[in-house]
């Protein structure tokens, strides 16, 4: 590169020698001599890279050429060749800045005053731009928007900017000289960390998306990139963590995941996100041996309120109802919009035919509130359709169709109703949790009665004793028969509570008989299979017939086959605890149920009540004919009295009559009656002599005769 040299001299021969000198050095340059003041200052225009100058020169001098160099901030090379400077004016002009001077006496020394002068320049100007280049390296870390942690080779922090701070809400001083997992969310587990740690060995870089903890707790996600440096041995000196805050990239992703999965206008969860959530609950439900349940929803004659009020009112009605429907599900229900004025709620946890049937009853009692939209007062109801996960289908499709046929079924209904899939189960499950609840409280509220029914000596027709059956007068639906409710009862645990009631109302019922002198000779009570394992049982009905005053064989309990097989040994024992307080035990229904003969052998029975099944083909069915003679017979063998159920007309009577039968229960003689009417009817037909009839019980050692 040619130096273009500025040579300040009055004399042109000097100039060209120091020039001459120069390029005898091997310097390849170009120069221009000055020597006033004028066109010095016009020469710097052009930016010489070296100015020599001479001391003394008619019209200029070289300490002003300095001054006006050093006052344009120059710090091209001045280099001073005088004939003679003195010493004193060399070092002042030291001090002010020229780099060197040389005599012109002792030219040699020139070429290597310019080249050290030069070199100088050049090292000054690389210094520099390393200088600048560190400013802008600095200026960046300070400034950037991203947050930048330095550490070192153990990786402890060396260094943060403020953009570090401002993100993670640590100063400084807070971290530096610790490590970095201080920022540790907790939201990844170790083989994460291990991971960022052998890439960033083997490769130098690790890239990626982590979850960090500002200092305020807050969990945030960050778009990170670590670095490597390493020396010149190739060994890492530094890490640097370059990271930014994307939570609101993040925001705009949930935003967008959003709108893809709901629905605009309700905002509720759309057809997607309902098939998700469907997958997922089914497979829960699987796995847990569950049921759930689909109620798909659809707004009778929303087209209408669309036709007649316009789109606008439409979207509000959809709304509102969105919002209504969502105040009264659980956080656990999901509703979605299926598009239009459809909807579907799935209830998951712990749901049943009876929750479904109370949720679609809440759901209609929902709709039957007008809403206000704009001075316009609506009543906008639904029909809803029920399917029932695992009854109507397995899978999400099929769920969802078996619902809307259901609702479909609704509609056909005359709307504003709900349909289970099954018909089944829209007929019992509304209905049975209705009776549930109120049976719980029929005890107390006085609803159960008794009905009596005559049991009568077949020959003469008097009046042997009676049973009593019990009845749940219902305030809306009437007389229920037991068959109705007793199964119920004992599921939800109350047929104790029963049991004790028609105990206690039978007994004082005979007692109070007793005071107006109308004897019924026995009364027969029903127990059920759970009253026969329940302890006190023995004690409780001791204590009834002291409370009634009534001799213990006045009572009879009713116990059927089945109940004494499902526990042998501990209803043997009951019923031997009961024979010692001398009550009576009839089978109830034989015939229906599996007894070992020999087990009944082993109990203290008083009678076997042939089953109501058998009675009825007297006279049609020769098998069961067959069956009523053998349990004549055998109840004979076991040394017991024979009772048929369930006679009907004066044939069973006579066929049972002349097998041996002595006593009968049957509409024949008496429906069960309520008390006064029994009172009314076989007041004066009872047996002659009650004694006879409490004490004439087969004695199990004497055959007993027949005839009648
Ligand atoms: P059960 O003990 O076998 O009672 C006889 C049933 O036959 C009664 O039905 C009675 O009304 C009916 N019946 C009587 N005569 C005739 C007839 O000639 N023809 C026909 N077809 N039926 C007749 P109910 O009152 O509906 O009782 C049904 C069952 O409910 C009883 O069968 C008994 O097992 C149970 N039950 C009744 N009261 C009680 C009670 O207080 N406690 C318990 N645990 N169970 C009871
Ligand atoms: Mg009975
Ligand atoms: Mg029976």
């Not at 010489?48 to 001054?67: K, S, T, V, Y």
């Not at 049975?432 to 009665?449: F, K, P, T, Y």
């Amino acid at each position: 590169m040619t130096i273009q040299i500025l040579i300040v001299e009055d004399l042109p021969y000097d100039a060209e020698l120091m020039a001459l000198r120069l390029k005898e050095e091997g310097l390849d340059l170009s120069w221009l001599r000055v020597q006033t003041e004028t066109d010095y200052l016009s020469a710097l225009e052009g930016q010489p890279d070296l100015i020599l100058c001479d001391w003394h020169l008619p019209q200029f001098n070289g300490q002003r050429a300095l001054e006006l160099l050093r006052d344009r901030d120059s710090d091209t090379p001045f280099i001073i060749v005088s004939g003679g400077i003195g010493e004193e004016a060399a070092i002042d002009a030291l001090h002010q800045g020229a780099n060197d001077y040389v005599l012109k006496d002792r030219p040699a020394r020139l070429g290597e005053a310019v080249r050290k002068a030069l070199d100088e320049k050049r090292l000054r100007q690389a210094h520099e731009r390393a200088q600048e280049k560190v400013r802008l390296a600095e200026r960046a870390f300070q400034n950037t928007a991203e947050g930048i942690i330095v550490t070192d080779a153990k990786a402890n922090i060396v260094s943060v900017n403020p953009a570090f701070e401002t993100i993670t809400g640590y100063i400084a001083n807070d971290v530096i000289g610790i490590n970095p997992r201080i920022l540790k969310s907790g939201h990844h587990d170790a083989a994460f960390y291990k991971e960022i740690w052998t890439t960033l060995q083997k490769t130098g870089h690790w890239r990626g998306e982590i979850w960090n903890r500002r200092r305020n707790g807050e969990v945030f996600p960050e778009w990170l990139t670590i670095s490597t440096v390493k020396d010149t041995q190739q060994r890492i000196t530094h890490y640097v963590g370059v990271f930014s805050d994307i939570t609101q990239i993040k925001e705009a992703q949930d935003q967008i995941n959003f709108l893809a999965h709901h629905d605009a206008l309700t905002r509720l969860p759309n057809r997607a996100l309902l098939r998700e959530r469907l997958n997922h609950a089914l497979m829960h439900a699987q796995r847990e041996d569950s049921s759930l349940a689909l109620l798909f929803l659809d707004l009778d004659r929303f087209k209408t309120v669309n036709d007649s009020l316009g789109h606008p009112i439409g979207d509000q009605v959809l709304q509102k109802m969105s919002r209504r429907i969502s105040s009264v599900i659980r956080a656990s229900d999901t509703l979605a919009r299926l598009g239009g004025d459809e909807f579907i709620l799935l209830l998951e946890e712990k749901t049943n035919a009876q929750h479904a049937a109370v949720v679609a009853r809440k759901l209609i009692g929902l709709f039957s509130d007008p809403m206000t939209i704009t001075r316009h007062e609506l009543v906008v109801t639904a029909s809803i359709g029920i399917s029932i996960f695992p009854n109507d289908g397995d899978d999400p499709d099929i769920l969802i169709r078996h619902a809307d046929r259901a609702m479909y079924e609704a509609k056909q209904q005359g709307r504003n109703t709900y349909r289970f899939f099954t018909q089944a189960l829209t007929e019992g499950a509304f209905e049975r949790l209705l009776m549930e609840n109120e049976l719980r409280r029929a005890v107390e509220r006085g609803e159960l009665i008794l009905h009596y029914q005559p049991q009568v000596d077949i020959t003469d027709r008097r009046l042997q004793g009676i049973e009593a059956l019990v009845r749940w007068q219902h305030p809306h639906q009437g007389l229920i028969p037991p068959g109705l409710f007793i199964g119920l009862a004992e599921e939800i645990g109350i047929i104790d509570d029963i049991g004790a009631w028609v105990l206690h109302t039978a007994c004082q019922q005979i007692a109070a008989w007793d005071e107006q002198g109308f004897i019924v000779p026995r009364i027969a009570v029903n127990l059920s299979v759970q009253q026969l394992g329940r302890e006190g049982l023995v004690d409780r009905i001791s204590t009834e017939l002291q409370e009634a005053g009534l001799a213990a064989e006045r009572l009879e309990l009713e116990v059927t086959e089945s109940m004494l097989m499902r526990n042998p040994a501990l209803s043997r024992s009951v019923l031997g605890e009961l024979k010692g307080l001398g009550v009576k035990i009839a089978i109830d229904d034989f015939g229906t149920g599996y007894s070992s003969l020999a087990y009944l052998k082993l109990l203290p029975l008083n009678r076997l009540k042939i089953d109501q099944s058998f009675v009825h083909d007297i006279g049609r069915d020769s098998n069961d004919e067959a069956i009523v003679r053998a349990i004549i017979a055998l109840s004979e063998n076991l040394g017991l009295e024979a009772i048929a159920e369930g006679v009907e007309d004066e044939n069973q009577a006579a066929f049972l009559q002349q097998e041996g039968c002595r006593l009968a229960q049957g509409f024949l003689y008496s429906s069960p009656l309520p008390m006064e009417e029994l009172y009314r009817v076989w007041e004066g037909k009872e047996a002659t002599q009650t004694t006879d009839i409490i004490h004439d019980l087969p004695d199990p050692r004497v055959k007993k005769s027949t005839q009648g």
